[in-house]
Nanobody
Framework: QVQLVESGGGLVQPGESLRLSCAASGSGFSLYTLGWYRQAPGKQRELVADITSDGSTTYADSVKGRFTISRDNVKKTVYLQMNSLKPEDTAVYSC??????????WGPGTQVTVSS
Protein backbone atom coordinates (compact mmCIF):
# COMPACT_ATOMS: atom_id res chain seq x y z
CA GLN A 1 0.00 0.00 0.00
CA VAL A 2 1.32 3.41 -0.95
CA GLN A 3 1.90 5.93 1.81
CA LEU A 4 3.20 9.50 1.83
CA VAL A 5 5.14 11.04 4.70
CA GLU A 6 6.16 14.69 4.79
CA SER A 7 9.11 16.13 6.68
CA GLY A 8 11.04 19.37 6.92
CA GLY A 9 8.50 21.72 8.41
CA GLY A 10 9.29 24.02 11.29
CA LEU A 11 9.49 27.56 12.60
CA VAL A 12 11.52 30.07 10.62
CA GLN A 13 11.85 33.84 10.46
CA PRO A 14 10.65 35.89 7.49
CA GLY A 15 13.12 35.76 4.62
CA GLU A 16 14.51 32.38 5.59
CA SER A 17 14.24 29.10 3.69
CA LEU A 18 12.93 25.60 4.27
CA ARG A 19 12.90 22.46 2.19
CA LEU A 20 9.99 20.08 2.56
CA SER A 21 10.28 16.45 1.57
CA CYS A 22 7.59 13.88 0.91
CA ALA A 23 8.68 10.28 0.75
CA ALA A 24 6.50 7.61 -0.80
CA SER A 25 6.39 3.90 -0.26
CA GLY A 26 5.11 1.34 -2.72
CA SER A 27 5.33 1.21 -6.49
CA GLY A 28 4.27 3.48 -9.32
CA PHE A 29 5.80 6.68 -7.98
CA SER A 30 7.16 7.80 -11.34
CA LEU A 31 3.66 7.77 -12.84
CA TYR A 32 2.07 10.09 -10.29
CA THR A 33 1.37 13.77 -10.50
CA LEU A 34 2.72 15.08 -7.21
CA GLY A 35 1.55 18.20 -5.50
CA TRP A 36 2.12 20.32 -2.45
CA TYR A 37 -0.95 21.93 -0.92
CA ARG A 38 -1.33 24.13 2.12
CA GLN A 39 -4.07 25.10 4.49
CA ALA A 40 -3.85 28.06 6.82
CA PRO A 41 -6.18 28.45 9.82
CA GLY A 42 -9.62 29.55 8.70
CA LYS A 43 -8.77 29.20 5.02
CA GLN A 44 -9.42 26.62 2.35
CA ARG A 45 -6.69 24.28 1.22
CA GLU A 46 -4.88 25.60 -1.83
CA LEU A 47 -2.49 24.19 -4.37
CA VAL A 48 1.04 25.49 -3.88
CA ALA A 49 2.79 23.63 -6.69
CA ASP A 50 2.61 20.40 -8.59
CA ILE A 51 4.79 18.38 -10.93
CA THR A 52 3.62 15.84 -13.47
CA SER A 53 5.22 12.54 -14.35
CA ASP A 54 7.04 14.21 -17.25
CA GLY A 55 8.35 17.02 -15.06
CA SER A 56 5.96 19.83 -15.98
CA THR A 57 5.35 22.18 -13.08
CA THR A 58 2.71 24.68 -12.01
CA TYR A 59 2.81 27.17 -9.17
CA ALA A 60 0.39 29.34 -7.30
CA ASP A 61 0.93 32.99 -8.17
CA SER A 62 1.72 33.74 -4.53
CA VAL A 63 4.80 31.50 -4.55
CA LYS A 64 6.15 31.94 -8.09
CA GLY A 65 9.81 32.86 -8.01
CA ARG A 66 10.19 31.81 -4.37
CA PHE A 67 9.24 28.13 -4.27
CA THR A 68 10.53 25.27 -6.40
CA ILE A 69 9.02 21.80 -6.65
CA SER A 70 11.13 18.86 -7.77
CA ARG A 71 10.98 15.09 -7.73
CA ASP A 72 13.42 12.20 -7.46
CA ASN A 73 11.82 9.07 -8.84
CA VAL A 74 14.67 6.87 -7.65
CA LYS A 75 14.30 8.05 -4.07
CA LYS A 76 10.49 8.21 -4.49
CA THR A 77 10.53 11.68 -3.00
CA VAL A 78 9.07 15.04 -3.95
CA TYR A 79 10.56 18.26 -2.60
CA LEU A 80 9.41 21.80 -2.09
CA GLN A 81 12.20 24.32 -1.73
CA MET A 82 10.77 27.43 -0.12
CA ASN A 83 12.83 30.61 -0.16
CA SER A 84 12.11 34.14 1.02
CA LEU A 85 9.39 32.86 3.30
CA LYS A 86 6.70 35.26 4.43
CA PRO A 87 4.34 35.15 7.42
CA GLU A 88 1.49 34.48 4.99
CA ASP A 89 3.17 31.21 4.02
CA THR A 90 2.33 29.87 7.47
CA ALA A 91 0.17 26.77 7.03
CA VAL A 92 0.02 23.01 7.20
CA TYR A 93 1.66 21.73 4.04
CA SER A 94 0.46 18.41 2.65
CA CYS A 95 1.79 16.22 -0.10
CA UNK A 96 -0.54 14.68 -2.67
CA UNK A 97 -0.11 11.97 -5.27
CA UNK A 98 -2.57 11.50 -8.12
CA UNK A 99 -2.91 9.19 -11.06
CA UNK A 100 -6.03 9.27 -13.18
CA UNK A 101 -9.32 9.61 -11.37
CA UNK A 102 -9.01 6.66 -9.05
CA UNK A 103 -5.73 7.27 -7.27
CA UNK A 104 -5.60 10.27 -4.95
CA UNK A 105 -3.41 9.96 -1.87
CA TRP A 106 -2.54 12.47 0.86
CA GLY A 107 0.16 12.65 3.45
CA PRO A 108 -0.61 13.70 7.03
CA GLY A 109 0.94 17.16 6.60
CA THR A 110 3.71 19.18 8.19
CA GLN A 111 3.45 22.56 9.90
CA VAL A 112 5.34 25.54 8.52
CA THR A 113 5.36 28.67 10.65
CA VAL A 114 6.98 31.89 9.52
CA SER A 115 7.25 34.38 12.33
CA SER A 116 9.68 36.81 13.84
Amino acid sequence: QVQLVESGGGLVQPGESLRLSCAASGSGFSLYTLGWYRQAPGKQRELVADITSDGSTTYADSVKGRFTISRDNVKKTVYLQMNSLKPEDTAVYSCNAKRGIRFDLWGPGTQVTVSS
